[in-house]
């Protein structure tokens, strides 16, 4: 009698559920190792001791598929109702690390490795490598950033707009900041463009702003425009022409818009001017002595001895940089401190370089270098107090009016300090000082800095009538009154400048009872004017007290600053994002990093991350594909009439 066929029965499917019935009777379809085998023999017999546990094809199958997750594991499970929480919980914690990337001034190319770590040790779901992490960045977070900076200026009646360029490499990179004062959080400075230009011209320059001006809804915003120094924004000291940006912008906002240069870019050029009057040029032996040693071992283990020998301890010579001319007030204080040590050095050297020989030969050398040093702190003290970013012009005033008066009176006193007085008596004593000829070029260099800073710093002193709004004193009703007419003056075309006197009365009362109450607070603290201002509009919102006239003229006066520090500050964050390791950054990328750095400054990455969690729409743009493709390509910027 012939054996019976084995089949395919319901009970080895339950068993052996990867297995399934094939197209012939009698065998059967792994899904495994995706062959086909017979079961007819043996039934359950085949299965287990021919197929599964022999036959090497479906052994090493079995291996792989162990060691890796099915591709459908990495896919969310449908909602009806949207993205699910588990979905949005992955994207919050993408979202964190991409902003803490930036934050950190971290390479997006460190997400490969971070992301991958994330995924093995926490998340396997969690995927944001470079690529990922600069989509969120450039088209998710800095669009959020920009949409509350928007909400922000939509409330807000004054602004200042401040400009500058700088090369990197072969571009022309430009960002325009925003300057703008709340009520209720203070002074705003916003980056909301970075671009590449063509070049630096003015009307190139003026072109981009007033069109950025109109794509953001600003243009009837503006009240002044900061930039440094040069004749391409203001035409010159006098401010006279049409060719400059300065004019472009007024007579195309039609509006009288105040010029704002930097304050700290005119200390700089006044001291650079009035160190090239003196007998030697400073900055030349400073930077000869850096340039003789710097990179010299031998040299400065040389010159240890001789400051041993001299009793002086050595110390690293500094350099100076041109463009950072308050940078050699460190570089001569490190001359002077080992110049014992110097001087014995060069004067045993055979080939000493000329300049340098003669610099330690003449005796007034070391004079003249205390004199500078003396100078250079009383500027830098004052550089120190306006580089702020939220110092106001007002503030910047008062400050370049107290530096005057310091400069005047060491000159109509004749000051000099200690050690500068001792070592003219060693001169004069072996005479080798001739007083009349030192008298000459001290005084050559008072006024050529005063003359500089007065004939710069004349634009600033037409602001000098809000200095109440610093309330360092009980402010009065005339200077406000003055406050007023100015505003008249120089904005008649500014819709946004409409005060109601009487009203405005009533608001300073209030602001007057308030500041005699908390006066001696914001003395003990040392508070500054625009949390003075802050903590008076909170006070009069909570009691219902209308400050509608006089917040505008605050929002005037602490809206218009005194340096164009922000704009330098921000070419220092991107020169630090932009190196020769990560140089492929796109200039849009550059910009939407800024934005977010900027913006989100004065949060941590876990107050961010809370602030993501809530976001529920942000979390599902970084859910998204659709971050992949916003992406705006890199362009070198063109005005409109020349594209």
Not at 277 to 297: M, S
């Amino acid at each position: 009698m012939p054996k019976r066929r084995c089949v395919f029965t319901p009970q080895l499917k339950l068993e052996f559920p990867f297995l399934q019935d094939a197209d012939e009777v009698g065998k059967i379809f792994c899904t495994i190792c995706k062959s086909v085998f017979s079961i007819e023999h043996g039934g359950r017999s085949d299965i287990v001791t021919q197929h599964v546990t022999k036959v090497k094809k479906h052994l090493l199958a079995l291996s792989a598929a162990s060691k890796h997750e099915k591709v459908t594991s990495f896919f969310l499970k449908n909602d009806p109702s949207g993205s699910t929480d588990e979905s949005r919980r992955t994207a919050a914690q993408e979202g964190i690390f991409a902003f803490h990337t930036v934050i950190h001034n971290h390479s997006f190319r460190s997400m490969d490795c971070t992301s991958s770590l994330l995924k093995q040790m926490y998340n396997k779901k969690f995927t944001c490598a470079r690529t990922k992490a600069e989509s969120i960045v450039l088209n998710v977070l800095a669009p959020f950033a920009m949409q509350q900076i928007y909400k922000e200026i939509e409330n807000i009646n004054f602004a200042t707009i401040m400009i500058d360029t700088s090369n990197h490499k072969n571009l022309k990179i430009v960002p325009i900041l925003i300057r703008y004062f709340k009520p209720n959080s203070g002074i705003q400075i916003k980056v909301f463009e970075v671009t590449n230009l063509k070049g630096e011209t003015a009307n190139i320059l003026s072109t981009y702003i007033i069109e950025s001006l109109k794509k953001h809804k600003l243009s009837d915003k503006i009240v002044a425009f900061s930039g440094d120094n040069c004749n391409t924004n203001f035409g010159g000291v006098l401010r006279k022409g049409s060719n400059n940006v300065f004019s472009i912008l007024n007579n195309n906002l039609k509006t009288n818009i105040f010029g704002v240069g930097c304050a700290a870019h005119i200390l700089h050029n006044a001291m650079q001017s009035s160190a090239d009057v003196l007998p030697i040029d400073v900055e030349i032996i400073v930077n000869k002595i850096f340039q003789f040693f710097h990179i010299y071992t031998v040299r400065v283990e040389h010159l240890k001895e001789f400051c041993e020998y001299a009793n002086v301890e050595y110390k690293n010579i500094l350099g100076s940089v041109k463009t950072r001319w308050l940078s050699l007030l460190p570089a001569i204080t490190r001359i002077i401190d080992i110049y014992p040590g110097l001087k014995s050095y060069f004067e045993k050297q055979e080939k000493c370089p000329t300049i340098l020989k003669s610099f330690f030969n003449d005796p007034m050398s070391i004079v003249w270098f205390h004199f500078l040093q003396s100078q250079l702190k009383v500027v830098c003290d004052t550089v120190t107090k306006i580089e702020g970013d939220k110092i106001s012009a007002c503030e910047v005033a008062e400050e370049l009016e107290i530096l005057v008066g310091k400069i005047k009176n060491r000159k109509h006193l004749n000051f000099l300090t200690t050690n500068i007085l001792s070592l003219l008596n060693d001169l004069k004593n072996n005479n080798m000082y001739n007083e009349s000829s030192f008298k000459k070029s001290t005084d050559l260099f008072y006024n050529t800095f005063l003359s500089y800073v007065e004939k710069w710093g004349c634009h600033f002193d037409q602001l000098k009538i809000f200095h109440w709004v610093q309330l360092i004193n009980c402010p009065t009703w005339e200077n406000v009154q003055k406050c007023i007419k100015f505003l008249m003056e120089n904005n008649r075309n500014n819709s946004n400048i409409k005060l109601d006197e009487d009203n405005l009365f009533d608001e300073f009362s209030h602001v007057e009872q308030i500041f005699k109450s908390r006066i001696h607070e914001w003395q003990k603290n040392s508070a500054k004017v625009e949390v003075k201002w802050c903590e008076i509009f909170e006070y009069t919102k909570a009691h219902n007290i209308d400050t509608t006239n006089i917040s505008k003229i605050v929002e005037y006066s602490l809206a218009i600053p005194g340096t164009n520090a922000a704009v330098e500050r921000i070419f220092s964050t991107i020169n630090v994002l932009w190196t020769d390791e990560k140089n492929r950054f796109l200039v849009e990328t550059i910009k939407s990093i800024i934005i977010v750095k900027t913006h989100f400054k004065n949060l941590s990455c876990n107050e961010f991350y809370n602030i993501l969690l809530k976001e529920t729409r942000l979390l599902d743009e970084i859910g998204s594909a659709q971050k992949y493709t916003k992406t705006s390509k890199e362009e070198i910027y063109m005005p409109s009439s020349s594209k």
